[in-house]
């Protein structure tokens, strides 16, 4: 029964991303193999990763930076034969794709995902699609899910109610109320409160997450924090023991683990 659900959660997970699995990958290591596939609405990343893919760009090269309970990432040309203790994963300043940030696509288990330089240097987030990384992460209780909506949108929501219910407003509601003026008291509460929900419907930055990322989260687990940030454009079919595995080794201070884990990235062809 517990394996039943489990193929049903990630069945759910997949089929609700809707992806025509036109493009898929394959990452061999010396741990096992995972199989991936691209979407076909991030085109501007599926197109330049697999472009890569068959020039064998990624072939060699490291899984050089690994944090469990959050990614494995590697690809980049300067983990290619790189000594032991060397700091690497630098990336390709011509190997950058205008960001494809969508909202149904999110970091659960599995995301194969691009990686960029920070908003200071790039304001745009254009992506480093010479790298990728692929989410680890965690799973989340409903109770964490609904602690982080509100860190985020709770001092949102008291900056507004701030700006309306003014210290001004406040008196004038309290003189109402020691006055018994019921009506008027409540015309004006009512008003106040309607510019709060008015002013706070149309903010950007709120977080709320879906039924989609709630099931995800709560069952395979991922990365919520990194949503809306990073580009997503594929997600695992196959190989989660090996995202697993990778993410458990020990690693140095850089987060490199002390056992090479290299790679080699085919195209599947149906």
């Known amino acids: ?90 990336g390709d300043p011509d190997k950058t794709v205008d960001d494809e940030i969508l909202p149904h696509y999110f970091h659960k288990k599995g995301a194969l995902c691009a990686p960029r330089q920070p908003d200071e240097v790039n304001p745009f987030k254009q992506s480093d699609i010479s790298q990728f990384f692929i989410v680890k992460g965690r799973v989340y209780t409903e109770g964490e899910l609904d602690t982080m909506e509100i860190a985020v949108n709770r001092p949102i929501r008291n900056k507004i109610i701030k700006k309306y219910l003014t210290d001004e407003v406040r008196a004038e509601l309290d003189v109402l109320k020691e006055m018994k003026e019921v009506e008027a008291f409540r015309k004006i509460a009512d008003e106040v409160k309607q510019q709060i929900e008015t002013e706070y419907s149309l903010q950007t930055g709120l977080l709320e997450f879906s039924d989609e990322q709630r099931k995800a989260y709560t069952t395979v687990g991922g990365y919520p924090d990194l949503d809306g940030k990073y580009t997503v454009f594929g997600e695992c079919l196959s190989g989660f023991d090996v995202i697993d595995k990778i993410a458990s080794l020990k690693t140095d201070e850089n987060n490199r683990p002390f056992t090479d884990v290299k790679m080699t990235v085919t195209v599947l062809n149906e």
Not at 40 to 68: C, S, W
């Open 1 to 90: 029964m517990i394996r039943i659900w489990f193929v049903f959660v990630f069945g759910f997970c997949f089929l609700a991303s809707g992806y025509s699995q036109s493009n898929k990958v394959k990452v061999s290591t010396q741990l096992g193999s995972m199989t991936f596939v691209l979407y076909d609405d991030t085109p501007k990343h599926r197109d330049a990763f697999m472009e890569l893919v068959k020039e064998g760009y990624f072939n060699e090269t490291l899984f050089y930076r690994v944090i469990q309970d959050f990614l494995i990432q590697g690809g980049s040309k300067s983990s290619r034969n790189a000594p032991p203790g060397k700091r690497i994963g630098y």
